[in-house]
């Protein structure tokens, strides 16, 4: 992402949010939407986990 879409992005994000937002929604905004462009770029990528893998890694029951 350049970086003047980067801004654009930020500054909706922030649009969105209610009038009384702190830095802590500000933040963790941020990050999520950072965590899911990371997601999905790995998921492009074809760096996943098949969801059976990680059943048996962790041992639980579907």
């Known amino acids: 992402m350049s970086t003047a879409n980067l801004k654009q992005v930020a500054h909706q994000l922030i649009e969105k949010l209610p009038d009384d937002a702190t830095w802590d929604d500000v933040v963790y905004e941020m990050v999520t939407r950072r965590e899911i462009e990371k997601g999905l770029a790995d998921s492009d990528a074809n760096r ?9 890694e ?5």
């Open 48 to 56: 996943t986990t098949p969801v059976e893998d990680v059943i048996k």
């Open 58 to 62: 962790f041992g639980v029951d579907a």
